[in-house]
Structure formats: C-alpha cells, structure tokens
Nanobody, 118 residues
Framework: QVQLVESGGGLVQPGGSLRLSCAAS????????MGWYRQAPGKQRELVAT???????DYADSVKARFTISRDDAKNTVYLQMNSLKPDDTAVYYC????????????WGQGTQVTVSS
C-alpha cells in the first residue's frame, strides 16, 4: 500500500522559512514526477513546484526565487524549502507522486498546514 507522509508545516511569521518533507513508502515502481501543490481556503488546489526524474524543475510564478524543490530518489522523498514566506502562502500543502509505470498513476499525501501570520 502506497503512503505519502508529509511533515514540516506550521505557523511562521512573514519573511520566515519552512521546509516541507514528503516520504513515499510502498512504491514498487520508479517515480517520474514529484511535486507540491497547495490549496487555500475557498480556492482551488494549485501547483507550487514539480521535480522530474531527469532533473527538471518547474515553479508557479508566485513562488519563483523563494521556494526550492528537491528530491532524494534513494529515499523516495521530496522536499520544499520555502523562504521569504508571505501571508498569501498560507494553505494546506500536498505532495504528489507520479510513477513511471503504470503511466499516469499518481498518489497524494494527506496535506500539511502552512500558516504565515504575525
């Protein structure tokens, strides 16, 4: 059974930093894309950042130059370093893992709350 366990969320002041982690277990296939999404109250879930297995990365315009995604394939773990946090970054953050096989098979974590407030 595949499980994605996120950690690292919490309350931080504007301008602060947090590092999210997401560890995947029970996966028997190689992982293609690992990513982070977020959903703020009353809004749709949106992409934050993705990391491809060949090293490519993609970021939402709103987080470029502030957030950094990285992955450790030996540990099936993806990280999101978040710097210069703003109140608009407040949301539940979800990790997503897409497998190489079967194509398109993807899994979601349970979400971790990030609150940016003074």
């Amino acid at each position: 059974q595949v499980q994605l366990v996120e950690s690292g969320g919490g309350l931080v002041q504007p301008g602060g930093s947090l590092r999210l982690s997401c560890a995947a277990s029970g996966i028997t296939s190689s992982i293609n894309v690992m990513g982070w999404y977020r959903q703020a109250p009353g809004k749709q879930r949106e992409l934050v950042a993705t990391s491809g297995r060949r090293g490519s990365t993609d970021y939402a315009d709103s987080v470029k130059a502030r957030f950094t995604i990285s992955r450790d394939d030996a540990k099936n773990t993806v990280y999101l370093q978040m710097n210069s946090l703003k109140p608009d970054d407040t949301a539940v953050y979800y990790c997503n893992v897409e497998l190489v096989w079967p194509p398109g098979r993807a899994y979601w974590g349970q979400g971790t709350q990030v609150t940016v407030s003074s």
